[in-house]
């Protein structure tokens, strides 16, 4: 009995000790989250991610929404929302699907397309490929708020589907700028609903700009997975001048998930110089060919 009663207190002691490092946790990650360095709070956002616990999901809204007192604070930055926007998408809960609206319908209307001659910087956004912010070669601190955009985007079309959620998607589909419109597109394919194919059809008969046709094509053909014609014309641009083009070429044949687009990207694969291209379609091959239980 009396040994009985021992293990008693000592699981009672190690539930209590659990508990009150559970809570330190948590705090310590919602203190850095109101640093002033972006690069800690991403850590914090990190952390609170991949535990095994949505008791951080507040935390992380509370941060996409920023705080409005302190507009030039760096819990505003860019960064900041992109990274939350990543993260929410993760955690997958529904509870984040108005914040990341409401955000997005407070920064989206700033956002123009232009195409400046000069040198690209940081608060233009993007633009064409070569600017600093670039759909996908940029670093942490070259994120934009365009990116942090397109990344709330992607974020609500993997979290549960609302009516708001598919008309903000929608409505975005002919936002002016390009990078906004493909994320749309993006953000259809995420959610895998085919009731989002006639307006990508529609959107891709009005698309001029390479980088958000094959962000609309990608849409198509991962909701379709048809070797169709959609198919045909995601293949030719492997072949195109702008690598950003050619890297989405390439995720969108990974989205099909047919053998058949495995030759496709063999033969892109030899003629590839661009190292993060050539990286991207070289694992996107390999998942064509790998052997996958349906």
């Given at each position: ?40 709070i ?7 991610t ?31 929302k ?60 070259e ?13 609500l ?29 993006d ?34 053909v ?64 390999s ?8």
């Amino acid at each position: 009995m009396k040994f009985q009663y021992v293990l008693l207190l000592f699981i009672l002691g190690n539930i209590g000790l659990y508990s009150e490092t559970d809570s330190t946790f948590f705090e310590t990650q919602r203190k850095r989250l109101n640093s002033s360095d972006i690069f800690e709070i991403r850590d914090a956002i990190d952390r609170l991610t991949f535990i095994k616990s949505s008791r951080g999901v507040r935390d992380i809204l509370s941060v996409l929404e920023g705080n409005p007192n302190f507009p030039t604070s760096e819990t505003n930055a860019p960064a900041v929302k992109f990274y939350a926007s990543r993260a929410l998408a993760k955690e997958g809960d529904k509870i984040a699907v108005p914040i990341l609206i409401k955000t997005f319908q407070n920064e989206s209307p700033k956002l123009v397309e232009h195409n400046p001659p000069k040198q690209r910087k940081i608060i233009d956004g993007v633009a064409d490929r070569h600017s600093n912010s670039s759909p996908y070669f940029y670093e942490d601190g070259e994120i934009s708020m365009v990116l942090a955009c397109g990344e709330i985007l992607r974020a609500l079309g993997s979290l549960p589907f609302s009516e708001e959620s598919e008309k903000t998607i929608k409505q975005a589909l002919a936002h002016p700028n390009f990078y906004i419109r493909s994320s749309a597109a993006d953000a259809m394919y995420e959610s895998k609903r085919k009731e989002f194919l006639p307006s990508l059809s529609e959107a891709l008969g009005k698309e001029q700009i390479p980088y958000a046709r094959i962000a609309i094509l990608a849409g198509i053909v991962g909701i379709e997975r048809l070797p169709n014609q959609n198919f045909k014309s995601v293949t030719e641009f492997l072949s195109d001048l702008d690598p950003e083009v050619r890297k989405k070429a390439s995720e969108a044949l990974r989205r099909l998930d047919l053998r058949i687009a495995a030759p496709y990207l063999e033969k892109a694969i030899q003629l590839e110089n661009h190292p993060i291209v050539l990286s991207q379609m070289k694992e996107d091959h390999s998942y064509l060919i790998s052997f996958r239980s349906p």
